[in-house]
C-alpha cells in the first residue's frame, strides 16, 4: 500500500483517528493495512495521479498538520515510526517539509519531541521558508515555543534565531569573536555582509519582541528603518504586526517608520 487518495475511506478512517487521538483505532487500521504506517496520502484532482504524484504527504504529516496539538500526539508518532513510518519522509509539492517542519509551524511542542525522540532531522532542508529547516519555519511563523525547544534540543542557531529568540549572551559573544554561523536564508541573494547580517537579526529581535536583543544590535550598526527582502516590512512593521506594544513604543522613540510611511516620503 505506496499511496490512496484522501478522500478514500481508509485514508478518511486513518486520519480521523490520528488527529482525535484513537490510538486504539489506529493500531486496529495499521494491523489490518498491511504497509499504512508507510503509505502517502494524495490530493483529489486531476493532475494528481498515483504513485507519479506531485502533492502528497505521509500519515506523519496528517499528525502534525494545522493547527496541530491532536490528543494523544505522542503515542500516536510513537505507534505511526514503531510499524515502519519513515520519520524524515517530506510532503511532495511546493515544498518539501517533513513532519518536523510541520511541528515546528504549529507551535507543537509534544509532536516535536516525539519525532525527533524517534529520529527526525533537526536540521531538514524543505521548509516553505527559503528551503530551509524547522527552526526557519518555528522563527518566521513566531512559533516560539518549538523555536525554543529546537534550539534546546541543539538545531543549528544563526545570529538572527538568536536575536528572535533573546539570546543575548549568545549574541553579545557573536560580536566578541564567538561568532554564530552564518546562515540565513530570508535574503534573495546568498550575501553575508555583516550589515546585512546585523540588519536581518535586528529584524528578527523586533520580530520575536525582544527589545534588549534589539537596542544591543542597533547599537551594532542596524538600520533601524531596514525593509526585509522578505516582505518588504521594517522592524516596526513587524514588531506591530506580532503585538509587540511596548517595543513599539520604543522603536518609535527610536525614530522608526513603518514601510507605508517611508515609502510616502519617497
Not at 76 to 87: D, F, P, Q, S, W
Not at 120 to 127: K, V
Not at 151 to 179: C, M, P, Q, S, Y
Request: glycine share 8%; aromatic share 8%; net charge negative.
Amino acid at each position: 500500500m505506496e499511496w490512496m487518495y484522501e478522500d478514500e475511506a481508509v485514508a478518511q478512517r486513518v486520519t480521523r483517528a490520528i488527529q482525535t487521538g484513537e490510538t486504539s483505532s489506529l493500531e486496529q487500521l495499521l494491523l489490518d493495512h498491511s504497509g499504512l504506517a508507510k503509505t502517502r496520502i494524495l490530493e483529489r484532482n486531476p493532475q494528481n495521479k498515483g504513485a507519479c504524484s506531485t502533492v502528497s504527504r505521509t500519515l506523519l504529516h496528517i499528525a502534525t498538520d494545522w493547527p496541530g496539538h491532536f490528543p494523544n500526539v505522542t503515542k500516536t508518532i510513537r505507534m505511526l515510526t514503531g510499524y515502519g513510518a519513515e520519520v524524515n519522509a517530506p510532503m511532495l509539492g511546493a515544498n518539501h517539509e517533513t513532519p518536523l517542519h510541520w511541528a515546528a509551524s504549529c507551535d507543537d511542542v509534544q509532536a516535536l519531541d516525539a519525532l525527533i525522540d524517534a529520529g527526525a532531522d533537526i536540521e531538514a532542508s524543505g521548509a516553505v521558508i527559503a528551503g530551509g529547516t524547522p527552526l526557519d519555519d518555528a522563527v518566521a511563523f513566531a512559533q516560539w515555543n518549538t523555536a525554543r525547544r529546537l534550539v534546546e534540543r541543539g538545531a543549528l542557531t544563526a545570529l538572527w534565531h538568536a536575536a528572535a529568540l533573546g539570546k543575548i549572551d549568545a549574541i553579545k559573544n557573536h560580536f566578541k569573536g564567538k561568532t554564530l554561523p552564518e546562515y540565513y536564508p530570508w535574503t534573495s541573494g546568498s550575501s553575508s555582509a555583516p550589515t546585512d547580517t546585523v540588519n536581518i537579526s535586528f529584524w528578527c529581535a523586533c520580530h520575536g519582541g525582544q527589545q534588549e536583543a534589539a537596542a544591543y544590535l542597533l547599537q551594532q550598526g542596524a538600520e533601524l528603518n531596514w525593509a526585509a527582502d522578505w516582505d518588504g516590512s521594517t522592524p516596526l512593521d513587524t514588531a506591530k504586526r506580532n503585538g509587540f506594544a511596548e517595543l513599539v513604543t520604543w522603536l518609535e522613540r527610536q525614530g522608526a517608520k513603518g514601510a507605508g510611511n517611508i515609502n510616502r516620503e519617497i
